[in-house]
């Protein structure tokens, strides 16, 4: 009689949310996570198979933008600089909050 030891966990939808990373490292190290809805397993996580893994070089990430099937990252740019705001000295600007305290 063969026997086999499979490694096979199960997760459901909120609880693969909340530690997603460490799922997938699950799946990496070969162990197969099935995902649950209601108890209802709906998806298996798992490491690609042997040969299935693209190699993703810059000429194949070329012809897939061509043909549409990658768009490229778009380049954020930093965040514009705050508009310049009036300033007045810190005495100043004292002497108006004892103003509108004493106006009460």
Known sequence: MNSYNILMRTVGIENLKL??????RFAADGETVLITDRDQVVAELR???VG?????????????????WLRPGQIHQPFPPCPETPRIPLAELLKEIELMRSEK
């Not at 530690?19 to 997938?24: F, G, H, I, K, P």
């Not at 299935?52 to 990430?61: E, S």
């Open 19 to 24: 530690r997603l990373s460490e799922y997938v």
């Open 47 to 49: 490491a690609p198979e």
């Open 52 to 68: 299935r893994q693209h190699p993703m070089t810059d000429a194949t990430k070329i012809e897939w933008t061509r043909k549409g």
